[in-house]
């Protein structure tokens, strides 16, 4: 039993704290917001010199085979400064899917991940399918040619995407297939999100298909949706647990400086009990993300149930979180120029992914 | 990092499992089974089974005939105990006056005190607050007043504690008394060692909401207590008071005995096929959950030789949190029949049959609980100490 981080763990976060402390100003952040890609190519290029990108990738595919524990490292820093880069999207999701299918053409696509020259967004949400992944109704369709029709939703980043995965129910086999963007057929409408990320719905009409561009068939494709998502699920929790550590830090330079009735509100011993309220939410969150990411890290049978309990509880506790710091700052928290009410967008993004509070309550008594 | 016990640790455990299999007293598991009162004898013969063990001293270092066990084994111990659903250990000899008598007693007080401890031959209490000091306990006011008698020293005490856990099976109390009120209020105050059978201490029940006799009045009335019962110096006692509460944290969260409770309670809300029940008991299980591993967290950095400081005060909050939680959950389940009260068992046991066995003492428990987030420095105590030395408010 030890849950103390190695010193190359240590090493590692305090990097990533370095280039954030430097190089991620909230106000630069805001430029970058409103530009058509919503993030800095500048600093992507940046990931990929220090190997970011290549990090949760095998040896075998030239990554560093680092796993769930370096991945919540990363998300929970990127969290405390509201890291905009498609970080989940391309290497979380498609990368856990292309390292570990059987696709024969893999290397390829991940060598361009790990570079960043090409990024490749999973295509898995349908309407009205709540969460759950089953039923596709994208069908591809034909023995010898295959033809692609149907919609996915909510594409992350798919419009920056180069490829994308897409799940698709082929004679009631669940499939996934490789689908370059400028592809005949496919039209893509691009959308942004609450918390300033971008969004796609891709319509497939007619799309022809080659057999090459399979990845992944049946159990074998079930089950890398399933792992991609649970691993998805840890990070964007792990970047939650850094979002409300930046929260109630935030809230406490806040209330020390601001003076109302001839001295901080610090003082008043009532908003003190909320920012111990903000922080023992994170803690017990940390604590929650500890447990997944060995689980994970371990590959026990528990893992699915220790993301979920995890996903439930950020959801929770995030929204949480947030309120009472757009609470505590007063008017400021409101205001779209403070850093603080865009956490509380995070949160609410973070709970409607891969399954609500409500959602993983379930699964998790059901598991 | 990893989550699983070493080899050594989990031998360790399953030593822990035989003893409760083999040595824990058949009758008082099954009174605790059955959800019925502990008599004294009860608890003394369950402490009793552990000093034949040589397990009482299970948190004190070998030199002074404790076990020297790792935090790990301890954590391991105490968690055991409580998924084992045994009765808790009565803290006041073996975690608070033993812990400061070894600390910061002399030799002859450590030869005199420390085995009766292990051997849980005395029974202590713990004489901190009084009427008018509870949260603010410096404020202290009963005195001790230094006399000399035919060349001899003692204390004259005079005052009263309050809330004092089970002082009417008590043999000795440790007391924080105020030997100066000159100065500063933490600055006055000593650590004494008092015989519940001097001449001038009386011992006055308090009934609780639950009606059972638990907590007293003790009442201190020209009791001459010999001076070589000081521990330490005079005038430090807010500093061994201090120690030893930073020594009855660890473990306070419970986690064992609440994870036993909430298995069951799994089972009856299944039973009761309430989809509202079980969602409450599936967010709490998830709660127990991340105070389990906030727990282990603290451990890790104790093994690792760090110092967990005033982070454990969330085990404290979240810990009786939890437990309070449990008995409502009880409470919901039992619906109607929580209320029959007062039944052949005495306090707060139900008249049996009168319903499911699960709510014979749910609502006693309930009650009962209250307590917990008000004893131990008060949740909102454990706020403050947040506040101040974690976030730097």
Known sequence: MNLNFSDEQNLLREQIQKFCNSDYDFYDRENFINTESGFDPEKWKLFAEQGWLAMPFSSESGGFDFGPIELSILFEEFGKFLVLEPYLSNVVLSGYILDNSSFDKKNDFIAKLISGEEQISLAYMEQNRNYEFKDITCLLEGTDSLTLNGTKNLVLNGSNADHYLVTVNHNDVTTIVLVSKDTDGLSINNFKTVDDRRISQLNFENVGINADQIVATGDEAEQLIKDAINYGTLCVSAEAVGCMESCYLKTVEYTKSREQFGQPISNFQVLQHKMVDMFIEAELCKSLLYKSMIDMHENNDSKYRSVSALKSQVGLSGKKVGEDAVQLHGGMGVSEEMSIGHYLKRFIAIDSQFGNSHFHLKKFNNS | MELSF?????????????????????????????????????????????????????????????????????????????????????????????????????????????????????????????????????????????????????????????????????????????????????????????????????????????????????????????????IGEEGKGWTYAKFLLAHERFGIAGVGASKRQLERLKEISKDLGDDDLIAKVSQLEIDIMALEFTELRLLSALEGGGNPGAESSILKIKGTEIQQRLTELYVEAAGEFAIPYGGPDGYGSNVKPNGPEYTNDALSKYLNMRKVTIYGGSNEIQKNIISKFVLGV
């Open chain 2, 6 to 230: 070493s080899s050594k640790d989990l031998e360790f455990r399953d030593e822990v499992r035989d003893f409760l299999a083999n040595e824990y007293p058949k009758h008082v598991k099954e009174k605790i089974e059955n959800g019925e009162p502990l008599t004294r004898e009860d608890i003394v013969d369950w402490h009793k089974s552990l000093s034949a063990k040589g397990w009482m001293g299970f948190n004190w270092p070998v030199e002074y005939g404790g076990t020297g066990w790792s935090p790990a084994q301890i954590y391991i111990f105490q968690n055991e105990l409580g998924l084992a659903g045994c009765p808790p250990l009565i803290p006041f000899g073996v975690s608070m006056v033993g812990p400061v008598i070894y600390t910061f007693g002399n030799q002859e007080q450590k030869d005199r005190f420390l085995p009766d401890i292990l051997n849980f031959d005395t029974w202590w209490c713990q004489g901190y607050s009084e009427p008018g000091s509870g949260s603010d306990l410096a404020s202290l006011k009963t005195k001790a007043e230094l006399i000399n008698e035919d060349g001899k020293d003692y204390y004259i005490i005079n005052g009263s504690k309050t809330w004092t856990t089970l002082a009417q099976n008590a043999d000795w109390i440790f007391c924080l008394v105020r030997t100066d009120s000159s100065g500063k209020k933490q600055e006055g105050i000593s650590f004494l060692l008092i015989d519940m059978k001097s001449p001038g201490i009386e011992v006055k029940p308090i009934i609780t909401i639950d009606g059972d006799h638990e907590v007293n009045s003790v009442f201190f009335t020209d009791v001459k207590v010999p001076a070589e019962n000081l």
